[in-house]
């Protein structure tokens, strides 16, 4: 799954950058190391937290950070775990609807945010 | 506040239920006694849950429940606490806001949730 | 139910027109006696056309012409039977969420159309 | 043309199934026979059908079906004729607009519909 | 006009500061005597500026700025003049439309801009 | 830059024409040589003419004309110089980005404008 994710954004001209863990995703977008630009998110992961929490935590940072979900199991929880303005990809789904989700959030966000 | 709020909704043709704390909403949301159609929530209330927990709780138990929070010192918590497709209204708000927030969410609802 | 729409409607601001039948709906589109803003249209109408019918002809006489359709039993029609941005209401809709779907058709059509 | 689209959906990683005629089209989404994901359809269709009516049928069996319609000549119909949250490409179109459209609306579906 | 449109608002709820030329307005927003939410702008305006220009000053001061332009005569220059995500109400529009467009706009604002 | 743009929208199917200046790309949509879909603009051109301006005078010909724009300097700028219905892409942006925001642009224009 982790391999087509990032074959496809990479594709499609996106640099890629892969937390090993929820906490490691959560230390990278605190630190800034690079300039993120969007989070793209499994809803289980390695460690104690969920997606949903990781996404929270990033939008507590920084407030109009683009958020895709990914999930097969958890898709009825988006209604109540999702932050607002975030995208939920439904698996399976096409690389293209990725592509499309992550551009179609980078386009829409305010242009000095 | 809650009297504006009441009369305002009331005045544009919706019949409101007060709940006195969040725990009686959660309540009143499960019970379904009247048939509920959005939820307009302070997010300070009396007993140990805020809005963001009750919004939650409504979603789980419908996921397109039409969700419109009321704050003055919490509007940065939205982007990370708020639900999916909700309206927020910073305070000082006008009737007419409150008005319009609650009837855009009824009318963009999908027609059979 | 007519009278309350016409009373929604015309206080807040908007003149009416009230077409007997559906028929009489399509005459008075076609004819363009006045200049007609949006069609708010019930769906089961006296004479042999439905409220969808004579959507679709207003939409053949202007293809961006407002409409709300209101109903009770009918709801699950919308997604095959309504024409493109449109609104549907589900009775029972308070006169406000009448008001704000009129509202917001007008204000999104483009100026030059 | 049906080449075109084809490819441009399996690039995209979408499975694509082909209907010889708007009747097969009909049995396809009924039978259900793979779990259909959207439906891109031609106006002018083999059989007595068109792609107008087959997006009707496919909206009665579910209310939330995204709809993508190809026309060349039909273009003005659409406003009278299709349905409610579907997509119009005029031809000729690029195949990029092709997969964005699927991808807009499968994105924007709500996740436990 | 003027007074239609104070009227309108302030039974809306809102507070209302009318600025006697468009120069005088750009001072308004300017000096920020009150905390200013929303700019309704009519086109032709006394003094040299128009209202597509007290606009654009407004958004250089605060880039998220809700506008509100109403006109008659100027409608189709609102595609090439108005600015992002502001809402053109052509003349003759009911007291609804506008009470509609400024709430739509203050509730669709970022809460935290 | 002017590579990498060609090269992204001929891929996803897009043909295109590059103006030398403002003032030729001015006369190039004036002229409707070709049948042009969609204006994709750098701010910064060579001619006495910003991307504002000739976006400005494209919606004067055609007022639903989609325009995108590419900037890295001028982003706060959108805001009181882009016209409606327009998206901006900040610099850096990938392939993908731009080939959805000229497609998002096209699919939305209404069928018969």
Redesign the interface.
Known sequence: MQGIVED?LNE???ETAIAPSAEDAVTLLKGKVMNYRAFVADINLRGRMTGWDVA??A??IE??FPVVYMTGAA??D?????????????KP?????L??????L???A???S
């Open positions: 496809a499609a001209g996106f929270k935590q939008r507590q407030s109009e898709a009825d988006w209604a109540s775990h999702g932050v607002p303005n975030s995208i939920l990809l439904v789904f096409s690389p293209a609807q592509v499309t989700a992550v551009s179609q980078l386009n829409t305010t242009p000095n």
